[in-house]
């Protein structure tokens, strides 16, 4: 290994990304439009990235979306601008090309509260039940998973298990006890949540449905049940954003990270978009770890292809499988890769 190349992979240990400063002149995006070309290099943004990001990607989606995307490019790297289970993902579809995450430390809380071998155990107490994870977890959780979900595809993930089965849902808890509702299934949670979506006011939000009677309130399915009660609209990301070019009113709450706002606002320019307010004084609902991800390490990760997400190949061969069935069964159900750019 070249003495530069250690020197990179230590400084990516140390900080998660290359800590390498950016001349603040340089025009960023030119430069990355120009590297996308260079490279062979497609950018894939999560609806939670920020906008200047959102703005350069060649596709943004919801977590399903990207993984379609990821498992159709035809780009030899592939610049996942979003979190550490979605590039994972994104490597186990296609193991062969290169994958790089802007930033290693990018990670999901959600992820975090569900540790492959505390699951493994707790699995080991329903051996006849059908795991089923959210896509938000890692890839060694996913060699533990039957099936994978994401939220726009759990309700047909969770109808296509035969009803005599029991079903064990991992890691999120407020999205498990949404399915039960929905589906009217009993299943095991797993009591993991996401940070974000777990923090909004009901007090706050009622007081602003009240200030604005003819807003309509919508919501991810992240969010605690008291938060889903009020919702006029549940839905994933994309189901969120549909929702709002569809639907007739022209104000609406939003309660989920709020980087999808600047799209709903692109797609609805004359709509007006309210953050659901947090139970925080900062009023800020950002996932921490998205935003890690900025134009400089978006840039730097694409220059120097790092860095990059290595994964071992049993964990590529066994988690790859629950991905796959998730696709198949979003395929019957008509839930295909759709283009947002
Ligand atoms: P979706 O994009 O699938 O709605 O997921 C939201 C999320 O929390 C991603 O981290
Ligand atoms: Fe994880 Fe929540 Fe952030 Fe999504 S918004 S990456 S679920 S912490």
Redesign the pocket.
């Known amino acids: 290994m070249s003495s530069q190349l250690a020197i990179a992979e230590k400084e990516i240990k140390k900080h998660g990304y290359l800590d390498i400063e950016v001349d603040p002149t340089l025009d960023l995006v030119a430069e990355i439009e120009k590297l996308k070309k260079e490279k062979n290099a497609i950018i894939l943004a999560?609806y939670?990235q920020e906008s200047e990001i959102q703005d350069v990607a060649d596709f943004i989606g919801d977590s399903l979306q990207l993984s379609q995307m990821a498992a159709e490019t035809e780009a030899e790297m592939i610049v996942f601008a979003?979190?550490h289970?979605?590039a994972e993902t994104a490597k186990m579809l296609s193991p062969d090309k290169k994958v790089v995450l802007p930033d290693l430390k990018?990670?999901?809380?959600?992820?975090d509260s569900c540790p492959a071998p505390l699951f493994k155990k707790f699995k080991e107490k329903y051996p006849d039940h059908v795991v089923v994870s959210y896509v938000?977890c890692t890839a060694d959780l996913k060699t533990l998973t039957d099936i994978c979900c994401t939220s726009s595809n759990a309700r047909y993930v969770i109808e296509s298990i035969p009803e005599d089965k029991g079903i064990i849902f991992a890691p999120?808890k407020n999205l498990g006890a949404y399915l039960q509702k929905v589906t009217g299934r009993d299943m095991i949670l797993w009591n993991g949540t996401?940070?974000?979506?777990e923090i909004f006011s009901n007090e706050k939000i009622t007081k602003l449905q009240v200030r604005h009677p003819e807003a309509k309130f919508i919501a991810h399915p992240?969010c605690e049940a008291h938060i889903l009660d009020k919702a006029d609209f549940i839905g994933s990301t994309s189901g969120l954003l549909k929702y709002t070019q569809e639907d007739d009113a022209e104000t609406f709450i939003v309660a989920?990270?709020a980087g999808i706002i600047h799209q709903m606002e692109l797609k609805s320019p004359n709509k007006t978009f309210i953050p659901a307010p947090p139970n925080n004084t900062c009023a800020c609902n950002d996932?921490?770890?998205?935003k890690r991800n900025t134009m400089e390490k978006l840039y730097l990760a694409m220059k120097y292809g790092m860095p990059e997400i290595h994964l071992d190949q049993w964990v590529i061969d066994e988690g790859v499988k629950c991905i796959n069935r998730m696709l198949e069964i979003s395929e019957k159900a008509g839930l295909s890769t759709k283009k947002t750019k």
């Open positions: 999560h939670y979003g979190v289970f979605m990018a990670g999901c809380s959600l992820a938000n999120d996401c940070m974000v979506h992240e989920t990270e996932c921490p770890h998205m």
